[in-house]
C-alpha cells in the first residue's frame, strides 16, 4: 500500500515513501560509497527495519548492491541522471562552444545549472587539473562559493533568493568565501548589473573562475558557464580583460543555438 503524508503543507498528493526511497540514495555520496544499514537509517532518519526494507527494494531493482554488511550504489543509478540530461539540449549545445572557449583561452570551461542550495555540472571541457577534486558531469558544489552560482543566485526571482539566503548556511570553505548574507546579496546585485561573476578563491585556495549566465527565450537565466583558473598564473585584471569577452561571447552563441533562432548581438549591459 502507498504511504501517503496529507499534511496541508505537502497535499494528499504527496507520496512519503517516494520520498524515502530517494532519501535512501542520497544517503551515498562521494564520502560515504558504502553504507552500513545503521549508517543509513541514521543519515535517512528510517528506522533500521524500514532502511533495510528500502535498501533490498532498491537491491532487488539494480541500483543497489551488498555484499552482506555494507550497501552501495551501482552504476546503474546514472539512468536516473540520464534521463534528465538527455531531456535537455544544454549540454549537447554547450559542448563545442566550451571546447571552443577553452581553446581560446587555455583554460578548462564547464556549464552547470542550480539543484536545490547547489550547481551541477551538466557539461565541462578540462585542459588541466586545478582543483583538488576531480570534477565531472554531475559534481555539485555549494552555490554560494562558486562564480556559476553567482550567476545562477542572481538570476532567482527576488522571493527565491530571500528563501535561499534565509535557509543556506555559509560555511567557510577557504579564508575568502564570503559567509555574510548581506555581503553575498551585495555581491549578487553586482553580479545581476554586470551580467557576470568573478570568484576568488572562495571554493577553494588558488583557484579563481569567472562565469556568465545562459538564458532562454523569455530571458530566465537557466544555466551558467564558466573559466576556471589558478591564481598562480592569471591575474584579476587578466580575467577581466582577456577571459571575459570571450566567455559572454560563447554564452551567446549557446543562447542562440539553444532557441534555433539567431538574436542581436547582446553585450554585456544587455546581460
Excluded at 551538466?122 to 562564480?147: D, E, H, K, L, Q
Excluded at 555559509?170 to 557576470?196: C, F, K
Aim: proline fraction near 5%; glycine fraction near 8%; include cysteine.
Amino acid at each position: 500500500m502507498v504511504e501517503q503524508d496529507e499534511s496541508p503543507e505537502r497535499g494528499a498528493h504527496y507520496v512519503q515513501s517516494l520520498e524515502r526511497g530517494l532519501a535512501v540514495i542520497r544517503a551515498f555520496t562521494a564520502a560515504t560509497p558504502a553504507l552500513t544499514l545503521t549508517d543509513v537509517a541514521k543519515s535517512t532518519g528510517l528506522t533500521r527495519a524500514g532502511a533495510r526494507r528500502f535498501l533490498l527494494t532498491l537491491a532487488d531493482l539494480g541500483y543497489v548492491r551488498t555484499d552482506g554488511k555494507y550497501f552501495s550504489l551501482t552504476a546503474r543509478v546514472l539512468e536516473l541522471g540520464y534521463a534528465f540530461l538527455s531531456s535537455m539540449s544544454l549540454p549537447d549545445v554547450a559542448q563545442p562552444h566550451l571546447e571552443r572557449l577553452s581553446g581560446e583561452v587555455r583554460e578548462s570551461t564547464s556549464a552547470s545549472v542550480l539543484d536545490g542550495s547547489d550547481v551541477v555540472y551538466v557539461a565541462r571541457f578540462a585542459v588541466s587539473r586545478i582543483m583538488a577534486v576531480s570534477i565531472t558531469v554531475g559534481t555539485r558544489f555549494p552555490a554560494y562559493a562558486t562564480s556559476m552560482g553567482h550567476v545562477l543566485l542572481a538570476g532567482l526571482p527576488a522571493a527565491e533568493l530571500d528563501r535561499y539566503l534565509d535557509t543556506v548556511r555559509l560555511e567557510p570553505l577557504t579564508s575568502h568565501t564570503i559567509t555574510s548574507p548581506e555581503r553575498l546579496r551585495a555581491e549578487l546585485d553586482e553580479v545581476r548589473i554586470q551580467g557576470w561573476a568573478l570568484v576568488d578563491q572562495e571554493l577553494e585556495e588558488g583557484l579563481r573562475s569567472v562565469a556568465a549566465p545562459i538564458r532562454d527565450r523569455a530571458g530566465r537565466v537557466i544555466a551558467a558557464v564558466n573559466v576556471s583558473t589558478h591564481a598562480s598564473r592569471t591575474g584579476l585584471d587578466r580575467i577581466r580583460r582577456e577571459i571575459v569577452p570571450p566567455l559572454l561571447a560563447a554564452c551567446e552563441g549557446i543562447e542562440k543555438d539553444l532557441v534555433g533562432d539567431p538574436r542581436p548581438d547582446v553585450g554585456p549591459q544587455g546581460r
